[in-house]
């Protein structure tokens, strides 16, 4: 089993800067791939950032390339994603997820366990 606990969620302006974190207990964090997922009001799950079992292999949305970093600590079982230039539509409840590989493949259903989620809210 493996828990992922996010925090940093907050309310911020548009063009200002947040940094939300994962942290995991249970399984060896080390082996395995992160990614992140946001969910807005009245809209699917989707797709932010991924991070490999290293730090080694990054993949992001294209609406956030450029603006948000992931990275990770494996000391301290933390995953990290830096979001820059925040806008409005950024808006959403986001979650950590688990995969069970040390690379990270596309798709919701690869990933293992989730975690509860952060609001991160953007005003205009």
């Known amino acids: 089993q493996v828990r992922l606990v996010e925090s940093g969620g907050g309310l911020v302006q548009a063009g200002g800067s947040l940094r939300v974190s994962c942290v995991a207990s249970?399984?060896?964090?080390?082996?395995?791939?992160v990614g992140w997922f946001r969910q807005a009001p009245g809209k699917e799950r989707e797709f932010v950032a991924a991070?490999?079992?290293?730090?080694?292999?990054?993949d992001y949305v294209d609406s956030v390339k450029g603006r948000f970093t992931i990275s990770r600590d494996n000391a301290k079982n933390t995953v990290y994603l830096q979001m820059n230039s925040l806008k409005p539509e950024d808006t959403a409840v986001y979650y950590c997820?688990?995969?069970?590989?040390?690379?990270?493949?596309?798709?919701?259903?690869?990933?293992?366990?989730w975690g509860q989620g952060t609001q991160v809210t953007v005003s205009s």
């Open positions: 997820a688990a995969q069970l590989a040390p690379i990270p493949r596309n798709g919701l259903d690869f990933y293992h366990y």
């Open positions: 249970g399984r060896t964090f080390s082996t395995f791939a």
């Open positions: 991070i490999s079992w290293n730090g080694g292999n990054t």
